[in-house]
């Protein structure tokens, strides 16, 4: 990313192992900063996908909810390719 700060990821949406997903970060006010991650699984109609929604980190700064809710959901993805079935967990706090 020459050139380009942590902050200027700018692309509304991202794909890994064939999960299609998008991350919102919301400042929250004395909480610091949200990310939501929203994703659609592999095989979905593309015209009109349903979102399903994965779930949301907190963090003093947005890179780094946005990283953390990214990071566990890449680590749920893994979890399905292996056949664990391990819901996502919906947490404020960073894991």
């Known amino acids: 990313m020459s050139g380009q700060s942590a ?17 919102v970060t919301i400042a929250s006010g004395l909480h610091g900063v949200e990310a939501g991650l929203w994703y659609v699984p592999p095989g979905d109609d593309t015209n009109t996908p349903a979102w399903n929604y994965f779930g949301r980190r907190t963090a003093g700064i947005a890179a780094e ?5 990214e990071r566990d ?5 893994e979890g399905q390719l292996e056949g664990l079935d ?5 947490q404020g706090e960073p894991a």
């Open 7 to 23: 902050e200027a990821r700018t692309a509304a949406l991202f794909t890994h192992e064939g999960y299609r997903y998008t991350v």
């Open 65 to 69: 909810a946005r990283d953390q809710v």
């Open 73 to 77: 959901f890449k680590a749920w993805v």
């Open 86 to 90: 391990v819901p996502p967990d919906d």
